[in-house]
Structures are given as C-alpha cells and as structure tokens.
C-alpha cells in the first residue's frame, strides 16, 4: 500500500519531486493543509515561516533535501523568524541570524516549516504539546514539537536537541526515529545552549536512512564551535545502506534490565529473540558501570553549566523560569567547586570505559526508556539516556513494537565514538528485521 503524503520518508519525496510527480509547493500546502487541521489538537508550532506559501517554487534536484519541510526546535537561531526557546524572558527575541546547521538546511535548499515547541529553555518541565498517539500521555521533551510533527505528518524530519535525554526519548514516546550524532561532530553555533559538555544536535525522521541523509549535510567541522571536531567521515558521495552482514550486538542487562516496566522488558526480550533469529550475534557485555554514579555526576555537570547559561537571566528575572528550570539553575548555583570537578573527571574516564567497550562490538542496544510514554504531568525520566549522551557516543532510538496500552516502545542503539555510519548501517539491518508499521490514530483526522 502505497504511503500517504503526509507520512512519506524524506527518501520518497525526493523521489517524487526528482521525477516531477509531486510539486514543491503542493508539498508545502498539503502539509500546511494538515497542520492547520492538527495543530490546535497537538500543539507543535511555536511560529509557522510566515513566507512557507511561496518557499521553494522550483526544484532544482540539488541535494536529497531539495524541497523538504523541516521544523526547527525553537531553540536554533533563525534569521526570518523568532527564537524564543518558550520562554517569556525570548518572547520577542528575533536573532537576525541562522545557526550553523540552519544554514546548512538552507544551503541543501531544505524547506524551513517554522519553530517547534520545546520544554522551555530546553529542560524539564511538562510541555503544552500532545502526544499523538494518547493526549494524556507525555510526548516527551525536551524536543517534544520537533518529535511530534514527525510523527502526526506535519512534517518529514526536525532538529531537536540532547543534553540527557531530549531527542531519544521523545522519539521513543512517539514512535518515530531519533538520531544523536557523535559530540562534537554537528555544530551547535547558534543554537541557545543548555550545558555545554553534554549538548548535542540531534533530529527525527521516519526511517533511519533519514536520519543519515540529515548527517551528510549537517556534519561538518565549525571553528566557531569550540568542541567541533575535524573528523572526516566521508559523507559526501553517498548514504548509508543496510549492513550487510547481521551486526554483533552487546547487551548492557543490570541497570536497564531492572528499571524497565514489564511490559518493555517483556517486548525487549522477544526482540532479542527476532534479531537473533535473523542472524544477530548477541551477548551479554558483563560490564557492569556504575549508573547511580553516571547519571549523580551527569546530573551534577548540567546544573552546574546550566546555571551558568542562565546566572544573568536568573539575578534579573528568576519568576520568569518554570519550575523545573529555576531548580536546575538554583542547584548548579549551590554544588561546590570541587563536585563539578570530580565530576568532569569521572566523565573522562567513563568515556574512556565505554569506548572500550564498543571495541568489542558493532553497537549495544537496551530499551530507549523505561516504559511507553507515561502521563502528561512529566516528560518521562531521561535515565535511560543520559549515560549515552555523558559518554559521547552516537546513538539512535528505533520504534520497535507497541506496549501493552497500544503506546510505541523505542529501541536504542549506540556505538563507538565517530562510528556513526557503523551505527547507521546496523540500525538500518535492525529496522528492516522489526519492520514498524504502526501510526497513531488521531482524532479528527
């Protein structure tokens, strides 16, 4: 059956505008058509390009994002449209300017939607987006526009974000596919920072090779960006494909295994079942990290950098925070010197045991979170998450299977340091063998 507009890959568009079967402009007023039917339900948009009706009326066949709507979590600069990363303090704030992978979209002739809703200052308080699939449960966050436009049609992909847990868990809760690059290897030049030694790009696609389609045009080394790095990962001829031989695939058990809900661990285990039974080499890792210290210590660097980003703000304006944002800021202003310290040492010797690890195998998998989506009143525990963004590593979450309530469970995977086309080929091999077909049922559409 053939896919409904709204619900095609950034691969089958740029098929259908290469051979002149679809417009770029009636792409653009199919999907503004449905985010005028959506968004009042859902509450993706921050803003919509006030000049989307006449962007892109030709396509040129420049890049793969030639013609394709995107959305942008609303805390990436732009120059045509305000940046207010859903705070009161930014409400009015138009920065002039493109961050760096904005412009790079732009460059590829990508089509910019408009800014999506983020958790404010992309942190942890509840947002007013609704998860498609259930209004009473959470889309996640902190990217939680970003996520939900992908997987309500409104839009093919988006930029999100990560510090702990910010575009994984929300494509889990979402059902769709969440990608989180090396650190370092996409520039955060103008995107409003949260802490600074853990922020990562990321974006949401429908399929994995979406995912590294978006990675040819937004890698690149930025001088701009102190923590870029120069690492040339010979993405100009081509994508990606499946790997094709099955990946070896190590299973991190303790901590996963005993904070995920039964209905996860109950999917989880018959998933191992199918990746093995189609040839996947699988084995317990019997490393056994320190999460309690991992996640104390990951904690403890981003409230600490955070309440950097946000001391003027915070002095001038602090009721003008959410609550959750004032009290990471209020934490990182009280932690001592000496426990920031202790905990960036530990980061670097962490990194150093999980790249050792990843030597021994294509990638590790384990649950994205610990349940489906759970109620509205949080945006979930980024637990599960956070160790991977603290190490540095690549790591992509896949829709797998539904839970025992019909919500989507994401499956995550993750390899070594700059072995994201490694990682992007395997999870190809692992998408094909789970094959999700699932959409949410949305009211009214």
């Known amino acids: 059956m053939e896919k409904p507009l709204e619900y095609s890959t950034i691969e089958d568009l740029s098929v259908l505008l290469g051979s002149s079967k679809l417009s770029p402009k009636e792409l653009v007023l199919h999907l503004?058509?449905?985010?005028?039917k959506l968004d009042p339900l859902l509450n993706v948009w921050v803003s919509i390009n006030p000049d989307l009706a006449s962007a892109n009326?030709?396509?040129?066949?420049?890049s793969f994002l030639d013609s394709i709507p995107v959305g942008i979590k609303d805390i990436y600069c732009t120059r045509d449209m305000k940046t207010t990363c859903c705070s009161p303090i930014y409400e009015n704030y138009n920065p002039g300017y493109d961050a760096e992978t904005?412009?790079?979209?732009?460059?590829a002739n990508a089509v910019i939607m408009g800014k999506t809703v983020t958790t404010q200052f992309a942190c942890g308080?509840?947002?007013?987006?609704?998860?498609?699939?259930n209004s009473s449960r959470t889309p996640g966050g902190s990217s939680s526009g970003s996520a939900v436009g992908v997987a309500s049609g409104i839009f093919p992909a988006a930029l999100g974000s990560q510090t702990a847990g910010s575009v994984l868990r929300p494509a889990s809760y979402n059902g769709v596919v969440g990608f989180k690059p090396t650190y370092g290897l996409v520039s955060r030049q103008g995107v409003f920072p949260?802490?600074?030694?853990?922020?990562?790009?990321?974006w949401f696609t429908r399929s994995v090779t979406d995912a590294a389609i978006l990675l040819r045009y937004l890698a690149g080394y930025d001088r701009t960006d102190k923590d870029s790095k120069n690492i040339n990962l010979d993405l100009s001829n081509t994508v990606p494909t499946v790997s094709p031989t099955p990946p070896s695939i190590g299973i991190v058990e303790n901590f996963y295994y005993e904070n995920s809900d039964h209905s996860t661990m109950t999917n989880f285990k018959v998933l191992l079942e199918k990746l093995s039974k189609a040839g996947a080499s699988i084995e317990v890792t019997g490393k056994k990290f320190d999460f309690d210290r991992i996640i104390d210590s990951h904690k403890t660097i981003m409230n600490c950098e955070a309440s950097h980003t946000h001391k003027d703000n915070h002095e001038s304006r602090p009721d003008d925070f959410a609550p959750k944002v004032r009290e990471i800021i209020e934490d990182g202003l009280r932690t001592p010197t000496y426990e920031y310290i202790e905990a960036k040492h530990f980061q670097q010797e962490y990194v150093t045991q999980v790249s050792e690890l990843l030597e021994k195998y294509d990638v590790l998998i384990m649950p994205t979170a610990m349940s489906g989506a759970p109620n509205a009143e949080t945006t979930g525990q980024p637990v599960f998450q956070a160790?991977?963004?603290m190490a540095g590593v690549p790591a992509i979450s896949l829709p797998?299977?539904?839970?025992?309530?019909?919500?989507?469970?994401?499956?995550?995977?993750i390899s070594n340091h700059f072995s994201d086309l490694k990682l992007l080929s395997a999870s190809m091999w692992v998408e094909k063998v789970v094959n999700f077909t699932h959409r949410p049922s949305i009211p009214n559409d």
């Open 32 to 36: 503004l058509k449905r985010s005028e």
């Open 194 to 202: 949260v802490a600074l030694s853990l922020d990562t790009m990321g």
């Open 387 to 389: 160790p991977w963004t």
């Open 57 to 62: 009326s030709t396509h040129n066949n420049t």
């Open 400 to 413: 797998y299977e539904l839970d025992h309530d019909g919500m989507p469970l994401g499956l995550q995977i």
């Open 102 to 107: 904005v412009k790079l979209l732009r460059q």
């Open 125 to 133: 308080d509840p947002p007013p987006t609704k998860n498609p699939w």
